[in-house]
């Protein structure tokens, strides 16, 4: 069944769509960047940095020990192992419907807003369940950890909105048919 442009855009019945793929994508790849960044080169927290507190019933790692650190290595790890199995899944999806045109796909707006949506999500899920909820860390511990904690939140917030913009602007089509071309040139 063929779709208006409308429809498409509007995310009704677009064939063989690459959202899910984008999402699946930006999440583990806003996971990735988190995890170098963030917990790796910045060093502002690993995955249970602030379970200080008993209210989880999780024992508090101190990552300024060395017992503490190894074992928020290990949890950071397994961050990573999902953040991989995010993309590597993402990119199972995305091959499995797209079967012409490849390129295209890769330079279409279209996929990256969605993949901008992904890590958008990331960011929202992650800092409302770690950061809020959970309290397992937070993205810089300390007197200000709030306000990192909000600005994180609205960082994700943007890159949802910001991401949904930029797959608007850019043309749909199906990425499996074989006369669909690249979306418009500079995409």
Known sequence: MATTTGEARAGLSQPRSIRLPGIVLGVGLGGFVDGILLHQLLRWHHMLTSTNHDHIGVKYYDPHTVSGLEMNTVWDGIFHVVCWIAVLTGLAILYSRVTHNRRAVWTSRVLWGWT??????????????????????????GPYQAWWDAGFLVLGGLFVIGGYLLQRSGRPFDPGHPTDRHESRGA
């Open 116 to 141: 901008l949506v992904g890590w958008g999500l990331f960011n929202l899920f992650e800092g409302i369940l770690d950061h809020q909820i959970l309290g397992i860390h937070h993205v810089h511990g």
